[in-house]
């Protein structure tokens, strides 16, 4: 629930008395008893799942798995079973040494310590290779034939995995004769195998490892072998441009790279790889790795080898305690909001993650303070995955039964909990706070909202528009000033487009892009959209036929208080220009802009006859942005696909 509805949220939690424990009386809990309990508990999930990994099918991801040993070095830091993690427990393979010791490559998942790293390592240039998220094998080969093919094991040591190795795509069984040594790659399946064969299977990773150990060998057919590192023994390369062309001309899958001059290249760059170029690959990967053009075979036989780095991309989930569930409510909607232990996640700090709907935290058998897996991907609201342990302490979640608005008994559909009352006055209040957040009106907060709300001054949007100050004035805590300021405020803006009317409208699940595509679609008049059917809406791109029911139906029972809204003559609609001077020419904004908002940008494109894109495509025609260098996503893409990228300046100057 947004900060805002407040008084409404705390109305509503003392109502159904979801009143979960504070986070402290918590830790207080935790005591040793509750200490002793969740070490032997994370003992016995690791043990189980690293035998599921070797000998059966994972049920969990690598980085899930890390996480349950990092909780129990910290809880236990000499506990046996961390001694016994990453030992192979197969005893169906013989041992086999390996020739390029498989070491505990340095780690970067911030720029900070990427910075750090470079300080101290500076190459005339840099190559940069996708870091694969597969199956480490070193493959080795004596007089240019395939001997051996061996698994990361210890570092060390590894399993003779050679009979399903020869199976796999990418390795080649003879290469040059004088070659004898070994060539290091990783085992991944490609995403379009994995749709079609295994999705019901975890994710590409664990189903390459499960294969990988099978000892009858089945389905290593579906896996690939991509190289990047390479020793002759007799004779080690010295440059790494070499070494990979000889990979290359002796028929390995090579990881692709790229020779980069600075570090700012290469931290634009890993950007740009995690936003977008990773989706377009085959194959998963989790970072890039740096390295000098010069190999170091010294360096490489080190524990921790120190030249070459692995620059992660952002960490995407963290464990966490669920403390509180908030009933965010929209509309008659009511969705859980967790509120989570603060945890960091893609450089942002996270306290809020999205439940979606009651039916979630059944299934994730989710409780107040249970310790959960929280993910964040890119732009995406944090989610809440999976629930790592709840104790005997941990507390049941209240769904709430009553709708606190007008006390109407609230359905639970599982998938949504609504309430039911279509003339519950939440949606009212609803449509109003939109309105005035749409409109941008400043001074003109959610509380006074509220108080006028309450005191029956408004109830329909057109009812702001009859406000006097001494309506304001005589509600508590409101002086004359700031009425003035809010009504003046309200009162500035005269038009508005017809996509900005209709979505401030709050029709359930359409918003102003959505309206915007109907109005560019050639329905520019109220009439013109309310005479159109559903087939017709749902006929222009980007907008599906659910979306064209909810208009036309929303339409149906909104229209008349959108004509009363007009009449008040406070507002009116404003005419889109026709050969104005933005016309057939569409425009994205990005980052800052100094001299006018956002949303005046927008109104701007749109009355001047231009079309406003909230994404980079081929189709469009300018980006604006006031920092040409910025290694933002849409400023990248814009420069790959030749869009021309302009100031705000040289923007104002168009129009
Ligand atoms: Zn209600």
């Known amino acids: 629930?947004?900060?805002?509805?407040?008084?409404?949220?705390?109305?509503?939690?003392?109502?159904?008395?979801?009143?979960?424990?504070?986070?402290?009386?918590?830790?207080?809990?935790?005591?040793?008893?509750?200490?002793?309990?969740?070490?032997?508990?994370l003992q016995s999930e690791i043990l189980r799942h690293q035998d599921l990994y070797y000998n059966k099918s994972p049920e969990i991801s690598d980085s899930e798995f890390d996480l349950l040993i990092n909780q129990l070095q910290k809880l236990s830091p000499d506990n046996p079973v961390l001694n016994l993690v990453g030992k192979d427990s197969s005893k169906m393979y013989d041992k086999i040494e390996h020739i390029i010791p498989m070491n505990s490559q340095g780690k970067a998942n911030e720029v900070s310590e990427f910075l750090a790293w470079t300080r101290k390592h500076i190459y005339p240039k840099?190559?940069?290779?996708?870091?694969?998220?597969?199956?480490?094998?070193?493959?080795?080969?004596?007089?240019?034939?395939?001997?051996?093919?061996?698994?990361?094991?210890d570092g060390i040591k590894g399993d003779d995995i050679?009979?399903?190795?020869?199976?796999?795509?990418?390795?080649?069984?003879?290469?040059?004769?004088?070659?004898?040594?070994?060539?290091?790659?990783?085992?991944?399946?490609?995403?379009?195998?994995?749709?079609?064969?295994?999705?019901?299977?975890?994710?590409?990773?664990?189903t390459a490892s499960g294969i990988t150990k099978r000892k009858d060998g089945k389905g290593c057919e579906d896996l690939n072998v991509i190289c990047y590192n390479a020793k002759n023994?007799?004779?080690?390369?010295?440059?790494?441009?070499?070494?990979?062309?000889?990979?290359?001309?002796?028929?390995?899958?090579?990881?692709?790279?790229?020779?980069?001059?600075?570090?700012?290249?290469?931290?634009?760059?890993?950007?740009?790889?995690?936003?977008?170029?990773?989706?377009?690959?085959?194959?998963?990967?989790?970072?890039?790795?740096?390295?000098?053009?010069?190999i170091?075979?010294?360096?490489?036989?080190?524990?921790?080898?120190?030249?070459?780095?692995?620059?992660?991309?952002?960490?995407?989930?963290?464990?966490?305690?669920?403390?509180?569930?908030?009933?965010?409510?929209?509309?008659?909607?009511?969705?859980?909001?967790?509120?989570?232990?603060?945890?960091?996640?893609?450089?942002t700090t996270v306290q809020r993650a999205s439940l979606a709907n009651p039916d979630l935290i059944e299934k994730l058998n989710l409780m107040i303070g249970s310790e959960v897996i929280v993910v964040k991907r890119?732009?995406?609201?944090?989610?809440?995955?999976?629930?790592?342990?709840?104790?005997?302490?941990?507390?049941?979640?209240?769904?709430?039964e009553i709708c606190p608005v007008c006390k109407e008994k609230l359905i639970n559909e599982t998938t949504r909990l609504y309430c039911s009352n279509v003339s519950c006055p939440e949606k009212d209040l609803h449509r109003l706070r939109k309105w005035i957040r749409k409109l941008e009106i400043k001074n003109f907060g959610e509380k006074l909202i509220e108080q006028l709300f309450n005191e029956g001054k408004i109830r329909k949007i057109e009812d702001l528009y009859k406000l006097k100050v001494s309506d304001i004035t005589a509600l508590e805590r409101q002086g004359v000033k700031s009425a003035e300021k809010a009504l003046n405020n309200l009162y500035a803006v005269k038009s508005i487009s017809l996509g900005k009317l209709i979505g401030g409208f709050d029709i359930e699940g359409i918003g102003e892009t959505i309206t915007d595509l109907v109005v560019d679609a050639g329905f520019d008049s109220l009439e013109a959209i309310k005479r159109t059917s559903i087939g017709d809406l749902a006929k222009i791109e980007g907008i599906a036929e659910i979306n064209a029911q909810k208009i036309i139906e929303g339409l149906k029972k909104l229209e008349q208080d959108m004509i009363d809204l007009l009449e008040t003559k406070k507002i009116t609609?404003?005419?889109?220009?026709?050969?104005?001077?933005?016309?057939?020419?569409?425009?994205?904004?990005?980052?800052?802009?100094?001299?006018?908002?956002?949303?005046?940008?927008?109104?701007?494109?749109?009355?001047l006859g231009g079309q406003f894109k909230s994404g980079v495509t081929l189709k469009l025609d300018f980006l604006v942005t006031n920092d040409l260098s910025s290694g933002s996503s849409k400023n990248v893409k814009a420069r790959d696909l030749g869009v021309d990228i302009i100031t705000e300046g040289e923007f104002l100057e168009m129009i």
């Not at 600075?262 to 890039?288: A, K, M, P």
């Not at 080898?305 to 995407?316: G, H, V």
């Open 1 to 41: 629930m947004s900060k805002n509805s407040n008084n409404l949220d705390k109305f509503f939690r003392s109502e159904n008395s979801v009143k979960p424990k504070k986070p402290k009386k918590i830790i207080t809990q935790v005591a040793e008893k509750k200490q002793n309990e969740r070490i032997s508990f």
């Open 126 to 153: 840099y190559l940069v290779q996708y870091k694969l998220d597969g199956i480490s094998v070193e493959l080795q080969y004596l007089n240019g034939r395939l001997k051996h093919s061996v698994s990361r094991g």
């Open 162 to 206: 050679t009979n399903n190795v020869r199976k796999m795509k990418g390795v080649p069984k003879m290469v040059d004769g004088k070659f004898t040594g070994a060539v290091r790659g990783e085992i991944v399946m490609y995403h379009d195998i994995f749709t079609h064969k295994y999705s019901d299977q975890k994710n590409c990773r664990n």
């Open 233 to 294: 023994i007799s004779s080690p390369f010295t440059d790494e441009l070499k070494k990979i062309k000889w990979m290359e001309e002796n028929g390995f899958s090579v990881v692709p790279q790229k020779i980069m001059k600075n570090t700012n290249e290469i931290i634009i760059y890993r950007t740009e790889v995690h936003e977008n170029l990773r989706n377009s690959l085959q194959y998963d990967i989790d970072g890039l790795v740096i390295k000098g053009t010069q």
């Open 296 to 347: 170091d075979w010294e360096d490489m036989k080190r524990h921790h080898p120190e030249k070459q780095i692995a620059f992660k991309f952002p960490l995407e989930e963290a464990i966490s305690i669920l403390r509180d569930v908030e009933w965010s409510q929209q509309g008659s909607t009511f969705t859980p909001v967790a509120i989570i232990e603060p945890v960091e996640l893609m450089g």
């Open 378 to 400: 890119g732009e995406i609201i944090p989610k809440i995955m999976k629930v790592v342990y709840s104790s005997d302490e941990c507390e049941k979640i209240k769904i709430p």
């Open 573 to 607: 609609i404003e005419k889109k220009v026709k050969g104005g001077n933005l016309s057939g020419k569409s425009f994205c904004f990005t980052g800052k802009l100094n001299k006018i908002t956002r949303n005046e940008a927008k109104d701007l494109v749109i009355s």
